[in-house]
């Protein structure tokens, strides 16, 4: 199977599960499988097609990706063809004509052709090994993409009892699950239920102050790669658009209110890299599947979180670091709020407000997003079974990444505290910071409020921040929620103690960094993008386009991004070296392989490259002054071979134009990629290294604050976190000998 899948789809690993997908099909088990977006489905079914003798039967409802879907199956030289209103009658009766003499391997169809009886009798004369349900979840009422057409499929599935199904999908609640089951009559059938989440992806939610100026700056850094965002309204797509036109960054506008060629052919464009910015209504994004999509903003808040996931869930299919970036201001909640408040039925309204309030719960969070999201989808923890605790980074969400710093916050907290008491503990943290600012908003002066001695005695806090110390002081269980759907405070036992005896408290908040400054970190959790060439990157890729272009198909479907990078870091020089990259198969390298060859050896000649396919990192081509000879970046391996010449961190990061802190990360990262760095010398003295080492084992080694407030201020966090990562270093050492 491993050889299928290199040859006819260039991979090397299976993705989670689909091995064990595989499997269960081959042994023609029924199989129900739930995976995130992304996740790898398709070649869950397209792989056991190859193997198994006659045809298999996909059923999808995207007509828009069919052709997409076929061409790139055929790009692999795998027979296949699909059926659905875009055809012709005379080209139907072609693919039928093909499937008839057993010339196909893969049919995709859409549903509506299994309510047509003349069509269900031609399935009856195919020699069918497997029937594919994608989007599995559109048969069940339940779910929240019901399509009546589906329900034909349990038909289907009685006049075929010997042939295995497959139903996919990538959103099904266990009631969703159970009625897909049995709407099709899946017989003991074997269920995989993939992790949601998305290790490649980071999140991250920033105050919608000059976001304009903020976007911009995202879109310069993500030049030349593919956004999405995410408007709240159609006039706000085309607006933005416009501002970003006077800015000289191209965009196109897709909404629901543009006439369908409109908005097919902006979608095109994008999908064929013809433009890199798209600002959309949440009608965007059904009928795409570009797996390169490096950044979703969301300009407005999204209506749920179910929403939210789905729609990030565009970013980085493909597996390599991608961002997904929300503005959030509070404002905009009572945008929604005004829509919401129009709902004429009472549960909708309901089910509405308590959907928005978790969305501003996760905008609000002050623990990991990316742990939030996955609790909320259900599943316990992040790393199940790989001894990550509730405190481990994530090392994917603003809040992980963040650095903190602790405050004196003993001032505040009287304040906010008294307020919530003198305002007799019956509203939330937004109206607390509106009467301790001295807001003349109506509702404070109506309810007298502006006469309290509390009024306007906050000035050295936004109302942002004193919004966040009432959720630190939640956190800390001095305050506590009256009322889930209003979020109402009152002061606890403990804040009241706190307030008699006069108490310090310090909290801990992370550290300001002006919009101008807040810079996207450009790499996610895991699956890190390979350290690349860009300069070739950026040839292979307009290759790619040109390639794409003649042949009438999306540029991914030739290779997708990783290749390229894979290209852009291995430098393969010949047939043989070409073929081991990951993404090029038999198929394609046949196709492809001279023309992008010949570019990687124009390339390498010129910069005198070799090739270096033979996966040994610290090659000698590499640049050792630092990172930006001749455009060239190779972030950690610069870093590295700084260190290994016996540069110090701070000598490293003159040399390189790096903060001390990102040279510390670089660190970080290097040893938990194994890489066999000598730390010793830029470790502090041994009292010190002790010290450090005593004050983690006391609070365990997945958090810095902590370790960092028994220690003091006399010691830094860049030698708490390089002693932390000499402690890794040796732990992982140990445990190899062991
Ligand atoms: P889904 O249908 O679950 O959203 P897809 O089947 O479209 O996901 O796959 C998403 C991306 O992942 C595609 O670009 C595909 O080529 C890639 N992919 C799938 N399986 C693998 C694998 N084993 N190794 C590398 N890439 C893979
Ligand atoms: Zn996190």
């Given at each position: 199977m491993r050889d299928l899948l290199k040859k006819h789809?260039?991979?090397?690993e299976f993705r989670p599960l689909q091995e064990e997908v595989i499997n269960s099909i081959l042994q023609r088990c029924d199989t129900l499988v739930i995976m995130p977006?992304?996740?790898?489905?398709s070649l869950c079914y397209q792989l056991p097609a190859l193997c198994l003798d006659g045809l298999t039967l996909v059923v999808s409802p995207l007509i828009a990706l069919m052709k997409d879907q076929v061409d790139a199956l055929k790009s692999n030289g795998i027979a296949a063809e699909f059926i659905n209103s875009s055809l012709t009658y005379a080209e139907i009766g072609r693919v039928q004509e093909q499937a008839r003499q057993g010339n196909l391997k893969i049919l995709y169809l859409a549903?509506?052709?299994?309510?047509?009886p003349d069509f269900r009798e031609f399935l009856g004369t195919l020699e069918v090994s497997l029937v594919a349900i994608d989007?599995?979840?559109?048969?069940?009422?339940?779910?929240h993409d019901f399509r009546?057409?589906?329900?034909?499929l349990g038909r289907l599935r009685h006049g075929m009892p010997a042939v295995p199904f497959i139903a996919l999908t990538a959103t099904a609640t266990d009631r969703v699950r159970e009625d897909i089951l049995a709407q099709l009559g899946l017989k003991q059938p074997q269920q995989f239920i993939a992790s949601?989440?998305?290790?490649?992806l980071r999140y991250e939610v920033r105050p919608k102050e000059r976001a304009f100026d903020q976007l911009v700056q995202l879109l310069r850094e993500r030049k030349g790669e593919s956004v999405i965002i995410y408007c709240f309204a159609r006039k706000d797509t085309e607006e933005l658009v416009d501002k970003l036109l006077d800015e000289s960054i191209d965009a196109l506008a897709y909404h629901a209110g543009m006439d369908a060629e409109t908005r097919r052919r902006n979608q095109e464009r994008f999908i064929r890299d013809e433009v890199d910015i798209i600002a959309a209504?949440?009608?965007?994004?059904?009928?795409?599947?570009?797996?390169?999509?490096?950044l979703v903003v969301h300009q407005e808040l999204p209506k749920s979180l179910e929403a939210y996931y789905q729609q990030t869930g565009r970013a980085g299919r493909d597996g390599l670091p991608s961002d997904c970036v929300l503005f959030y201001s509070y404002g905009d909640k009572v945008k929604q709020d005004f829509f919401i408040d129009r709902m004429e039925s009472v549960t909708e309204k309901h089910n509405a407000q308590r959907k928005l309030r978790q969305v501003i719960d996760y905008c609000q969070l002050r623990k990991c997003r990316r742990r939030y999201l996955l609790e909320y989808f259900g599943?316990?923890?992040?790393?199940?079974?790989?001894?990550?605790?509730?405190?481990?980074?994530?090392?994917?969400?603003d809040v992980c990444l963040a650095e903190r710093e602790e405050f004196d916050a003993t001032i505040i907290a009287q304040k906010v505290m008294s307020a919530v008491i003198r305002t007799g503990e019956r509203f939330g943290a937004g109206y607390i910071a509106q009467v301790l600012r001295g807001s003349a908003a109506e509702r404070v002066l109506r309810l007298g409020?502006?006469?309290?001695?509390?009024?306007?005695?906050?000035?050295?806090?936004s109302d942002a921040d004193v919004r966040e110390v009432c959720g630190m002081l939640l956190d800390k269980g001095m305050l506590y929620k009256?009322?889930?759907?209003?979020a109402t405070l009152g002061v606890s036992e403990e804040g009241r103690t706190f307030l008699k005896n006069r108490e310090r408290i310090v909290l801990s908040r992370r550290k300001k960094q002006k919009p101008e400054q807040a810079?996207?970190?450009?790499?996610?959790?895991?699956?890190?993008?390979?350290?690349?060439d860009p300069a070739l990157f950026e040839r292979l890729r307009a290759l790619r386009r040109r390639i794409a272009s003649d042949d009438g198909v999306p540029p991914y479907v030739v290779f997708g991004d990783a290749t390229l990078q894979q290209m852009a870091h291995y430098?393969?020089?010949?047939l043989n070296s070409l073929s081991h990259?990951?993404?090029?198969?038999a198929v394609k390298l046949k196709q492809y392989g001279d023309k992008f060859l010949a570019v990687i050896c124009e390339y390498a000649r010129e910069n005198n490259?070799?090739?270096?396919?033979?996966?040994?990192?610290?090659?000698?081509?590499?640049?050792?002054?630092?990172?930006h000879s001749n455009g060239r970046v190779y972030t950690y391996e610069s870093t590295k071979l700084l260190i290994e010449q016996g540069f110090s961190i701070r000598q490293a990061a003159r040399e390189r134009g790096l903060s001390v802190n990102t040279i510390v990360a670089h660190i970080e990262m290097l040893v938990r990629r194994?890489?066999?760095?000598?730390?010793v010398p830029l470790l502090p003295g041994n009292h010190r290294l002790e010290c450090i080492q005593g004050a983690f084992e006391k609070?365990?080694?997945?958090?810095?604050a902590p370790v960092k407030e028994l220690l003091g201020?006399?010691?830094s966090y860049e030698e708490i976190r390089l002693a932390r990562a000499y402690v890794r270093q040796q732990n992982s050492y140990q445990s190899m000998d062991g």
């Open positions: 789809f260039g991979h090397d977006t992304g996740g790898g489905k549903p509506e052709r299994l309510t047509l989007e599995a979840h559109c048969i069940s009422e339940w779910g009546p057409d589906y329900r034909a949601f989440d998305r290790p490649n209504t949440i009608a965007f994004g059904m009928g795409i599947d570009k797996p390169d999509v490096r599943e316990e923890s992040i790393a199940q079974g790989t001894g990550e605790t509730e405190s481990e980074s994530c090392g994917g969400c409020h502006d006469n309290l001695s509390v009024y306007g005695i906050v000035d050295d806090f009256n009322s889930e759907e209003y810079r996207a970190l450009t790499s996610g959790r895991s699956r890190e993008s390979i350290e690349h430098f393969p020089q010949n990259i990951s993404g090029v198969g490259l070799k090739d270096r396919t033979e996966p040994v990192r610290n090659s000698r081509s590499m640049h050792t002054d630092g990172s194994g890489e066999a760095l000598d730390l609070v365990g080694y997945t958090r810095l201020d006399e010691y």
